[in-house]
């Protein structure tokens, strides 16, 4: 994969990651104003929406992180951030945002 395409995907990525942290961000407003007009009785209801709705804010968010981590280090797109070795198509499809090689990121969670 050449760096363009490889950006082309880190992109498209973080737009479909910035429209779902838009869309929680959204719901949990909603249970906010839902909560009002529901009353007492659904209270409990509406409070674990809104923690739901919160974890769905926070989850895209580590991953925004890491896509424009990625997407800050052009010089070494597609490329693994510890051996500098050139990823595989397989690996970078997989997750993109990745900083390193399959065998390096072995490596670092043997360690
Ligand atoms: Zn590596």
């Known amino acids: 994969m ?6 082309t995907l880190l992109e498209s990525r973080r737009e479909a990651l910035l429209g779902e942290r838009r869309l ?3 719901s949990a407003a909603t249970v906010q104003l839902d909560q009002g007009a529901q009353g007492r009785l659904s209270r409990m ?3 674990q929406q809104q923690a739901m709705a919160a ?10 992180r890491k896509v424009e981590a990625a997407l800050d280090r052009p010089g070494t797109f597609g490329a693994c951030c510890r051996c500098d070795e050139p990823m595989t198509p ?9 900083p390193f090689c399959q065998d390096c990121a072995h490596g670092a969670s043997r360690e």
């Open 45 to 47: 209801d509406a409070m």
């Open 90 to 98: 397989e690996r970078l499809q997989a997750d993109a945002a990745t």
């Open 55 to 64: 974890s769905q804010v926070r989850r895209p968010r580590t991953e925004l």
């Open 2 to 7: 050449n760096s363009d395409a490889f950006r």
């Open 24 to 26: 929680a961000e959204s």
